[in-house]
């Protein structure tokens, strides 16, 4: 799936091996989790062609995220609703998709700062409302609590992840994007 613009070019695609090449640190993270959660075999591929600010690149990697997303559930979809609530520390995210065909976003998030790592956290939501026009689901998303806005926003890509995962009923095991889980 790819779309070019004249601000972007974004390219996603299946792949054996997932990378993601996005210039805003923040958002590559979060899209790095989200591939890694949701165990999709997924690269991605975005540039910013105009420099303005990260509007554009993030509605566009969701525009094409979502129509891959939704070419995806026309061939491999196993379940039409799945939910889950993630803690990441003190923040914990609550999700729901249904994979309807009429793409709808209902989300509850506030954060303090205004950016982190290059992405303004007013993209949070827009990433999401957009993903869920493109790939024609009914997607709910809430913070339910938190205090970081760093764990807040990367719960709620976490708990998006863990949807997808079981919308094409993989299993989703022991999984974390630093690739250790340190219990000391």
């Known amino acids: 799936m790819k779309r070019t613009t004249r601000e972007t070019?974004?390219?996603?695609?299946?792949?054996?091996?997932?990378?993601?090449?996005?210039?805003?640190?923040f958002f590559k993270?979060?899209?790095e989790t989200l591939i890694k959660h949701s165990k999709l075999?997924?690269?991605?591929?975005?540039r910013d062609l105009q420099g303005f600010d990260d509007h554009h690149l993030v509605?566009?990697?969701?525009?094409?995220?979502?129509?891959?997303l939704k070419e995806l559930f026309?061939?491999?979809?196993?379940?039409?609703?799945a939910w889950s609530i993630v803690p990441m520390d003190e923040a914990l995210a609550l999700c729901s998709v249904d994979v309807s065909g009429r793409g709808g976003f209902f989300g509850e998030m506030e954060f303090k700062r205004e950016e982190i790592g290059g992405l303004a956290l007013e993209n949070v939501s827009h990433f999401f409302?957009?993903?869920?026009?493109?790939?024609?689901?009914?997607?709910?998303?809430?913070l339910l609590s938190g205090s970081n806005d760093h764990?807040?926003?990367?719960?709620?890509f976490k708990s998006l992840a863990l949807c997808i995962?079981?919308?094409?009923?993989?299993?989703?095991?022991?999984?974390?994007?630093?690739g250790v889980i340190d219990l000391g």
């Open 41 to 46: 075999n997924v690269c991605v591929k975005a």
């Open 151 to 156: 764990h807040k926003v990367e719960a709620l």
């Open 129 to 142: 409302e957009t993903l869920a026009r493109e790939s024609s689901v009914t997607l709910h998303l809430r």
């Open 59 to 68: 509605e566009d990697v969701a525009i094409t995220f979502g129509r891959f």
């Open 29 to 31: 993270h979060m899209i």
């Open 9 to 25: 070019e974004v390219e996603v695609k299946e792949c054996d091996q997932p990378s993601v090449e996005i210039e805003i640190p």
């Open 165 to 178: 995962a079981k919308l094409f009923d993989k299993e989703t095991g022991v999984v974390s994007a630093k």
């Open 74 to 81: 026309r061939k491999e979809l196993k379940n039409r609703f």
